[in-house]
């Protein structure tokens, strides 16, 4: 089965820094730009239970900002109730996570549209799968060959987190489009000092700055 290269695959510095919110905002930049984009997540963790069913929040997040019309269940390969590491959450419910499925899963949604985002679960360094055939975030990016996008908090303590998590997918020949800083305050001193030295330090360019709230992110360049 041939991937499709033509998508990006979000991951962020750590787990509550904004990788579904700016996930949203930018397959909703996407599609108000005339690009047919969709939306994919291999695995979620700590997904509701309403009424017995189990309730993808993120991925109903993503569809409803992004006025994607379909149903989450699809857009996810996994989804577990416990809020844990998805390698925990699945040995709780007795399942296991298979590279397979994410990929046959991914190839039948991204044929559907012509441009991917897929949104990653905590931060690149998140294992799926410890047994004697462990799977790690990182193999699924390379599986799916995209390049990558870094979701980071612009605040205090971003610098360490960004280097390390750019350090980590240069060393796994992972390529990085851009990085995001989510939480920015434009005038904030720190905020603009830590963009500007994440870009020294990394090379890599900070493309876009999401402020507290956004609508829409603001893009330095043109993104896709």
Do not use: W
Not at 87 to 110: G, Q
Not at 194 to 216: K, S, Y
């Amino acid at each position: 089965m041939k991937v499709r290269k033509k998508g990006i695959f979000i991951t962020a510095t750590g787990t509550d820094i904004g990788k579904t919110f700016v996930s949203a905002l930018l397959v909703k930049y996407l599609r108000k730009q005339g690009i047919h984009a969709g939306y994919f997540k291999p695995v979620l963790s700590g997904a509701e239970k309403k009424e017995g069913i189990l309730i993808d929040s993120d991925v109903h997040y993503v569809c409803s900002t992004a006025r994607l019309e379909k149903n989450a269940e699809e857009l996810v390969s996994y989804a577990f109730e416990p809020a844990v590491s998805p390698h925990l959450a699945a040995k709780l419910e007795n399942k296991l996570i298979k590279k397979e499925k994410i990929l046959e899963d991914f190839l039948r949604v991204s044929q559907e549209f012509d441009y991917m985002v897929v949104e990653g679960c905590g931060g690149i360094v998140c294992p799926l799968r410890l047994d004697e055939d462990p799977l790690m975030l990182a193999d699924v990016i390379q599986m799916l060959k995209l390049e990558l996008m870094i979701v980071a908090s612009a605040g205090l303590g971003t610098i360490n987190t960004v280097v390390l998590t750019v350090d980590f997918a240069k060393k796994h020949n992972i390529s990085i489009q851009g990085i995001i800083l989510n939480h920015y305050e434009e005038g904030n001193y720190l905020h603009e000092d830590n963009r500007r030295q994440i870009e020294r330090l990394t090379g890599i360019p900070v493309i876009a700055l999401v402020r507290e709230n956004a609508d829409e992110p603001e893009f330095c360049i043109k993104f896709g």
